[in-house]
């Protein structure tokens, strides 16, 4: 028989830490993306997903409502628990389903299923705080590395277009018989560094389409070269403010540029006050003596503060990887201390909460939950977006010039083209032979017929004999 449940649901929205402690204030706020009202007054989350799953599981039904004074729970001065575990202590609900953490003073007076959600403490900072610095070729940073391949790509092409040209002009070589062409490809890669440094490199172009390429090619080098400069000196000043490296607990101490805190009177707070590790104890004395300043009250006031300042926010793992997928300008450092896990709570007699821990360790084991995880904290930031502040130069941003730089060198090649058409026409007319036999003539000089093979040609065998053959080569 199917049992109807009555389970008592925060509704707190972006982004709040559970207090965790005696005495603290709750907040009345909804969390994101753990229960979210919808437009249509309508409950949606995490926890309202795998509450789903674990009534499928277990095959119960259940009514949900919002816990009534907003709270997770404390107790008051007079020792009165309020909140979410004043309601499960009082029976007012059989089940407390939100992001409640698992402490050793509620587990005194309810009692928790394993948890749903594994967390603990962690950094929040912007991006430029955790910064991996300058490194040996940092100087390839201002261009992105799709943009070089394009530049070492077109620098190439460049070169091959001003040796086809070379090759093709009749302005650039007159005479392929004397073999004296002063674009060979060693020429050409040559003079096409020396324009892309802005430097007169010789042999200087003669013909109208090799310089169309120059011309072209110059254009396009001064508009890279201008655009590294700016990105270069961007990138200059960014690493300046980047200097500060942040991936460790340690190294909030070792600095003094970036303030630290957490919420006030919180799990997180107390977990800093009670331990015995030299280092935590020295973050918490740094944070008590500074409690006006970086203790916040709220979960989105410590998050906005990261955003504004020069300041790192102390809390929950788990609600920091969601404010991080959500602004792009924020990361998480990896180091996470004080696990602690998020479970559903019951009264200490309930005899759900077997049943319950038995599904969720099946949650976990299907993947289910971290399908659950994936599909509630998704990254919603484009890769743009996620660098921080200074970003290098894409091939987007560069791709106009790489157009002009494409249709200046087919432009050259038709040009080309040009000129030695209208060169086999005046020669053929010279020595009476159609247009394209002396094409087709000037072509073959050009492009892998010499004036020795030119002279076997016109060899003129006398014998037939295979052992040896004389030969005769007519004089002109």
């Given amino acids: 028989m199917k049992k109807s449940l009555v389970l008592v649901f925060t509704l707190v929205i972006l982004w709040m830490e559970d207090t965790g402690a005696e005495g603290s204030d709750g907040f009345h706020l909804k969390e994101q993306p753990f229960a979210m009202m919808t437009d249509s007054g309508e409950l949606e989350g995490y926890c309202v997903d795998l509450l789903s799953e674990l009534s499928q599981a277990l095959e119960f039904n259940y009514t949900l409502h919002v816990v009534r004074d907003g709270r997770y729970g404390a107790k008051d001065q007079n ?47 912007k991006k430029e705080s955790s910064s991996e610095g300058s490194y040996l070729f940092g100087f390839l940073d201002p261009f992105s590395r799709q943009l070089w391949l394009g530049i070492i790509g077109s620098y190439v092409i460049t070169c091959l277009c001003v040796f086809l040209v070379g090759r093709l002009s009749p302005c650039e070589w007159a005479e392929p018989s004397n073999e004296q062409n002063q674009y060979t490809f060693l020429n050409s890669l040559w003079f096409g560094m020396g324009a892309f440094t802005l430097q007169g490199v010789e042999p200087q172009p003669k013909s109208v389409s090799a ?23 961007s990138y200059v000043n960014n690493a300046k403010d980047q200097t500060l490296k942040i991936e460790k607990f340690d190294d909030l101490l070792k600095q003094d540029k970036v303030e630290f805190g957490t919420l006030a009177n919180s799990s997180t707070f107390n977990f800093f006050k009670y331990s015995k590790n030299p280092t935590y104890r020295m973050i918490y004395e740094y944070m008590d003596k500074r409690k006006d300043r970086v203790l916040v009250k709220t979960f989105s006031e410590g998050v906005q503060k990261v955003r504004d300042s020069n300041y790192a926010f102390l809390g929950e793992s788990v609600s920091q990887d969601f ?50 995880r994936q599909k509630w904290w998704e990254n919603t930031c484009t890769e743009a977006q996620a660098q921080a502040g200074w970003v ?85």
């Fill in 79 to 125: 020792g009165v628990w309020n909140g979410m575990i004043g309601e499960i202590i009082r029976k007012e609900a059989d089940l407390a389903v939100a992001p409640l953490t698992i402490t050793s003073v509620r587990e005194n007076v309810i009692s928790f299923t394993k948890p749903y959600v594994q967390t603990g403490i962690g950094i929040l900072l």
């Fill in 323 to 372: 404010v991080v997928a959500k602004h792009c300008d924020l990361v998480r450092v990896p180091e996470i201390i004080g696990g602690r896990g998020y479970g559903i709570a019951a009264s200490s007699d309930s005899p759900l909460i077997r049943p319950l821990t038995i599904a969720i360790l099946e949650q976990f084991e299907t993947g289910n939950l971290e399908y659950l």
């Fill in 211 to 233: 310089r169309i390429i120059a011309v072209i090619w110059w254009l396009f080098s001064i508009t890279l070269l201008a655009a590294y400069v700016a990105s270069f000196a």
């Fill in 392 to 476: 290098p130069v894409q091939p987007h941003t560069m791709g106009g010039i790489f157009l002009i730089l494409g249709i200046g060198l087919a432009l050259a090649l038709i040009v080309s083209f040009i000129e030695l058409v209208c060169k086999s026409k005046i020669k053929g007319d010279q020595q009476q032979k159609s247009c394209c036999s002396a094409f087709a003539e000037e072509i073959g000089q050009r492009f892998g017929r010499t004036q020795n093979q030119e002279s076997l040609e016109k060899v003129q065998p006398l014998g037939t004999c295979l052992a040896e053959h004389s030969f005769v080569v007519k004089k002109e």
